[in-house]
């Protein structure tokens, strides 16, 4: 791993912006379409590290824009934001750009963004285990067996939907209803279904190439001339899932993840957690880097080279 990490994008006077994630710079291309760039911004604990992982952004949107391919194969009817990994000609015109953005962006669809995080879990960990220990439910649904820490579900993945907080906010779980109550009773049915089957086929194609897809968070918007619901976002990436390892994989513990656990673990014995403009070390960077390359080449099948 070389190069330096893009933390931040300006494209002042060429393209304004709309938005600003933790890791994404969103742009307006035109009224319908935009510029969707990640960057090599990395946050853990929801805390932004000061510098970035290179490169990062790079894994994710290709990641994303593999996983649009194979999921639209496998249902030909879902619908996308996706439009193309080509920059618009306001930047291709301009080399320097085209070299920073190239590959890390893709344009979209512009869409009205539904206010709900499409959570589906096929394995028991995280806060879903944290409420099991103290409960015995998830998300308030109990079960007929005893659940070990990072089973799979008994009776298959399950729908755990959550508000989609502002910056700053913590998402909270939120019930079927609930959801209804948000975005519409119809709406809200077809994200549930749509939700359970990309993961599904999700996980089925991750565990014939090793990693086991614990759980995911899916977005979703509405074409306002069709009120079709479109899977948007980033999909299935190391920053919006958890990636298990099969081989190392056992019931009873907490998992290793792929991602950034490195980053979580480094950060909790530096007491650093949750601590604002952390700045990692080179051995940080590079263990994280490893990690979301092997997830990279493992689900797509490539080797990564350098852009
Ligand atoms: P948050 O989701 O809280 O804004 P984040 O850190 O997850 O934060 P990023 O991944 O950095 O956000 O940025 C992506 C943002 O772009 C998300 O807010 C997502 O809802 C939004 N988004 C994704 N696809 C589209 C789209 N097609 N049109 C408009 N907004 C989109
Ligand atoms: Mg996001």
């Known amino acids: 791993m070389s190069g330096k990490a893009l933390t931040a994008t300006s494209l002042d006077g060429i393209l304004p912006l709309v938005a600003k994630g933790k890791v ?9 379409v935009l510029l969707f760039i990640a960057t090599d911004r990395i946050s853990a604990y929801d805390v932004i590290m000061a510098n970035g992982i290179p490169h990062k952004g790079h894994l994710l949107t290709t990641i994303t824009a593999h996983w649009f391919q194979v999921l639209s194969n496998a249902f030909p009817s879902l619908q996308t934001h996706f439009l193309t990994l080509d920059l618009p000609s ?10 920073q953005l190239q590959d890390r962006s893709m344009q979209v669809r512009k869409l009205r963004i539904l206010p709900i995080e499409a959570i589906v879990r096929g394995y028991i960990t995280g ?24 089973a799979p579900f008994p009776n298959g993945p399950i729908y755990t939907p959550s508000t989609k907080a502002p910056a700053g906010e913590k998402d909270e779980n939120i019930t079927r209803a609930q959801a209804a109550a948000l975005i519409g009773t119809k709406h809200a049915a077809r994200v549930e279904e749509l939700a359970l089957q990309l ?5 089925a194609y991750a ?14 918007g509405v074409d306002e001339k069709t009120e079709d619901v479109v899977l948007v ?12 390892d099969k081989v190392r994989y056992a019931v009873g513990k907490a998992q290793e993840s792929f991602d950034k656990q490195f980053l979580r673990d480094w950060l909790s014995e530096k007491k650093l957690r949750g601590k604002e403009g952390v700045e990692m070390p080179p051995d ?24």
């Open 24 to 32: 994404r710079d969103l742009y307006e291309i035109n009224t319908n």
């Open 207 to 220: 565990s014939e190439r090793g990693i086991i897809i614990a759980d995911t968070k899916f977005e979703f």
């Open 127 to 150: 806060s879903a285990w944290s409420e099991y220990k103290e409960t015995k439910t998830v998300h308030g649904e109990s079960f007929d067996v005893e659940l070990q820490e990072s």
């Open 233 to 244: 976002d980033e999909v299935l990436t190391p920053d919006s899932s958890r990636f298990w």
């Open 284 to 307: 940080v960077i590079e263990n994280t880097w490893r990690r979301y390359m092997d997830a990279y080449e493992r689900l797509t099948g490539k080797v990564w080279t350098k852009p």
């Open 90 to 99: 306001p930047i291709v015109q301009d080399p320097s750009l085209c070299q």
């Open 199 to 203: 993961y599904t086929a999700a996980a």
